[in-house]
């Protein structure tokens, strides 16, 4: 075991346990523990965003895209910084003022039935465990590498400080985590990317100069790696509009006071993740060149060790541990925010609200609260245990497309069409929920003729993530099972409370205020 590594994930994980038990003290209402008590300003709820958004797979995954694929690499990095202003213009909003703890509390708020609160619960749980594995998979893989402990010691290691955070101090640790990790990994990718520019005289032309001259034109342009421009395009759709209805990032919405501080909330984040991506160039030329393809693809053959190798030859060992405890401060703190995401929907939703008739106390809810977190934990260190030697990197896509095609359609028709009712909710989160399970496992991350994959055949669909079917069929059924079973007294119940969802989602006001 390297000293200096120990020494930096140490003080880390210190920081981080010093901030749990600062948080427990604070955290004994339901409101505490779900939403830190709506108390976050702008800036520190849009560090944790940025904190919840920017995965080990952004961290490590981009800049190992670029050094491989060039421009194709980066493309889709454009994807991760437009999705913030479909939240910022569209979703922010209208999602704190009908909002309450969770995804579900914002629906029922015009459709108060629980057969929607379960299937908005059930598709947030799904989202939740896919992200969770794959972060889970990448941290102990990364432990493994710096430590040579087992990896299955690694995950139970990763997933007890997770359950520890969210069970002690809720969404105040959590949020506090993720502010402490987008720090770091900011100052992180800065200093590598300012190494990196030193190292060619801070001349932006003759970076990008050195790079055509030594790997070819092709490598700044599209389609190195991305031939199929269906592919891409479906890429894409899920990745701008997959973060619109990702349930952990909805989530975080109701940590702030009202709507205004929920806007300023996202501009910090797009100011955040644009820095961070503009950054990854740097890294992704800088690894492409000092490092090279041939010890990159050795070391990983995905490149997700890109950034660790270029901090290594930049910084020898005392930068490449620095980097790799920012990696691993970037998977704590994504999986804590995704456990507390799950134990929302298990104990509020599912227990406390469908099961409970929403008559808990402010003790059970927490009660509540904490063993979902212990449940949902459990089962996502289970999964990930298995997965071991699986390429788990494409759940995370996954969960960009099952964010876009179940949830954003319903969010949309829910805020912005009159005629909209509960059947039309459940068949839109129904279709993409189902639509992109199905073609999932119909595609290419899952079959493979060379054996790249999960089983070995030909997959009967050809997109790897296939965000645009599954996003038009969701919009389709949401529209099709309104019409078909919309009924002229219920049309007109449904208009009346359509009306003062609107009021209430622009203003956070309710008619039920105004007149009393």
């Not at 952004?58 to 190992?64: E, I, T």
């Not at 541990?321 to 691993?328: E, G, H, L």
Request: hydrophobic fraction near 55%.
């Amino acid at each position: 075991m390297n000293l200096v590594s120990a020494g930096f994930f140490i003080g880390i994980v210190g920081l981080t346990l010093i901030v749990t038990y600062i948080a427990a003290r604070r955290t004994s209402s339901a409101s505490d523990f779900y939403t830190a008590g709506g108390g976050l300003k702008g800036w520190q709820n849009g560090f944790a965003i940025a904190g919840d958004y920017l995965s080990a797979a952004a961290f490590l995954g981009v800049s190992g895209a670029i050094a491989l694929t060039g421009f194709d690499g980066f493309f889709f990095s454009v994807g991760y910084v437009v999705a913030n202003l479909v939240l910022l213009y569209i979703i922010a909003e209208p999602m704190r003022n009908l909002g309450r703890y969770t995804l579900a509390d914002m629906l029922t708020a015009r459709f108060n039935e629980k057969r929607i609160r379960g299937v908005a619960a059930t598709g947030t749980i799904i989202i939740v465990i896919l992200y969770m594995i794959a972060q889970l998979v990448g941290a102990g893989a990364l432990i493994k590498l710096l430590f040579g402990i087992e990896y299955w010691m690694a995950v139970l290691i990763v997933g007890v400080m997770m359950t520890t955070y969210v069970l002690f101090g809720g969404m105040t640790a959590t949020s506090w985590v993720q502010i402490i990790k987008a720090g770091l990994l900011l100052f992180g990718t800065t200093l590598l990317a300012f190494l990196v520019f030193s190292k060619f005289d801070f001349n932006l032309v003759k970076m990008f100069d050195t790079v055509s001259t030594n790997y070819g034109d092709e490598y700044l342009v599209p389609g190195m790696k991305y031939t199929s421009t269906i592919d891409s395009v479906s890429m894409m759709l899920a990745l701008v509009l997959g973060t619109s209805g990702l349930p952990h990032i909805l989530m975080r919405f109701f940590t702030v006071k009202d709507a205004k501080t929920a806007r300023a909330s996202i501009s910090w984040t797009t100011w955040i993740t644009a820095i961070f991506f503009s950054l990854t160039i740097f890294l992704g030329f800088g690894a492409m060149h000092f490092v090279g393809f041939d010890k990159i693809i050795a070391e990983n053959a995905a490149g997700n060790t890109a950034a660790p190798l270029l901090a290594e030859f930049l910084g020898g060992n005392i930068l490449l541990s620095f980097i790799c405890a920012v990696a691993f401060a970037t998977i704590l703190a994504v999986v804590s925010g995704l456990v507390l995401t799950g134990a929302s929907a298990i104990s509020h939703d599912i227990y406390g609200e469908i099961l409970k008739d929403g008559k808990l106390t402010e003790k059970q809810q927490v009660l509540a609260a904490r063993i979902g977190s212990i449940s949902i934990a459990i089962v996502s260190i289970i999964l990930a245990l298995f997965a071991q030697s699986l390429n788990v990197s494409f759940l995370v896509s996954f969960a960009f497309c099952i964010g876009a095609s179940a949830n954003l359609p319903v969010i949309l028709y829910t805020i912005y069409w009159k005629k909209f009712n509960a059947n039309g909710a459940v068949a839109a989160m129904v279709t993409g929920l189902v639509s992109c399970l199905v073609l999932g496992a119909l595609g290419p991350n899952i079959w493979s003729p060379t054996g790249n994959a999960i089983f070995v055949g030909e997959p009967l669909v050809n997109l790897a993530v296939p965000a645009i079917i599954t996003i038009p069929l969701s919009f389709f059924a949401g529209y099709l099972g309104s019409i078909l079973t919309a009924h002229k007294v219920e049309r007109a119940e449904s208009e009346r409370v359509y009306k003062e969802i609107r009021v209430k989602a622009h203003t956070g006001i309710s008619v039920q205020d105004v007149s009393h």
